[in-house]
């Protein structure tokens, strides 16, 4: 392994790193193997599934590879297989599928579709222009509801079932932990990285009022091994304004970015005309989201109106 390298992920907020579940989860792992790495923000393009990535030498493993950046991380870039002996064992297996099933489902439910979403927008879209930071947060919320089946008029049914899954699986965890420091044979593993970034997101990044964060906080254990684990993994975490640049895109042979010095104050200066030609455009650009914004809530309209119709013009047979 080189000896720096980097991990780019969407931006820190919340107290965390990062606000991402999946980038939180390889920052975690990396953490656990004592990997030495650098900690990149990636603003641009904040709905493609490629973030996390782990720049090492001239290469890039990304999320959308493989099962995902840890997977990636094992087999891919050579870092320790903290999951070494436990593949196999059922007992790993079906926690792991517990984590990345009822759990994920129902925490990507209420960053997506409980309450108003706000959680979601900080951690993905607040960076963005806000009508194409909307605009991206309903395609999400709507590729949600697709997944589960959710209409309005199952709404109250799949919600229920989903925190359902979402409560048995934290009574298993649980159980499972017991008094341990880790979820399997007391040392860490991609369990671990998984739920402990799945458990600072729902203790801090949802309101007190989530229903989500409510059930994990009457498992005692579980909020124990969150807070330990957190100060232990967590306390040297870098904040926004320890890393200033931040990548703008990502490519099959990315370049390591050059971050770590702060920017000296420049005395101000008259504006050149580029600056003046870029802020105009700016401007069009602005304008251009906004008619994009008007655009798709049209088409959206006319869409639900077309399915009403549809609902409504059957023909009766039995006549």
């Known amino acids: 392994m080189a000896e720096f390298n980097t991990l780019v992920v969407r931006k820190p907020c919340f107290g965390l790193p990062t606000g991402c579940p999946e980038c939180l989860s390889a920052y975690i792992y990396l953490k656990f193997a004592k990997i030495p790495f650098h900690l990149d923000f990636h603003l641009n393009n904040p709905h493609t599934d490629q973030i996390p990535y782990f720049e090492f030498g001239d290469c890039v ?137 799945h458990g600072l997101v729902v203790l801090q990044t949802l309101p007190e ?46 370049s390591r970015s050059q971050s770590g010095s702060k920017p000296k104050n420049k005395p101000k200066k008259e504006k050149t005309q580029e600056e003046k030609t870029f802020k105009r455009k700016a401007k069009y650009f602005v304008v251009a989201q906004l008619v994009a914004v008007v655009v798709f809530l049209t088409l959206m309209t006319t869409y639900d109106d077309a399915e009403l119709e549809l609902d409504d013009g059957g023909l009766d047979y039995d006549e």
């Open 61 to 197: 493993a990304y999320n959308n590879e493989r099962e995902g950046i840890v997977e990636c991380l094992k087999k891919d870039v050579g870092v320790v297989d903290l999951d070494s002996g436990f593949s196999t064992v059922p007992e790993w297996i079906s926690t792991k599928a517990i984590l990345t099933t009822w759990l994920a489902d129902a925490l990507a439910y209420e960053l997506w579709l409980g309450g108003e979403g706000s959680s979601a927008y900080s951690i993905y879209y607040s960076d963005l222009p806000w009508p194409l930071g909307k605009i991206l947060y309903w395609k999400k919320a709507h590729w949600v509801k697709l997944k589960h089946g959710i209409t309005n008029d199952n709404a109250e049914v799949k919600k229920e079932e989903i925190y359902e899954r979402a409560n048995s699986g934290y009574d298993a965890l649980s159980t499972y932990l017991g008094e341990q420091n880790y979820l399997h044979e007391n040392r860490p593993s991609s369990l671990d990285a998984i739920f402990l970034a």
């Open 209 to 254: 009022s989530s229903v989500l964060r409510i059930k994990l906080s009457e498992h005692a254990n579980l909020l124990r091994y969150v807070q330990q684990r957190q100060t232990e993994i967590l306390e040297a975490a870098p904040s926004p304004s320890s890393v200033p640049q931040f990548h703008a895109g990502s490519s099959s042979y990315a």
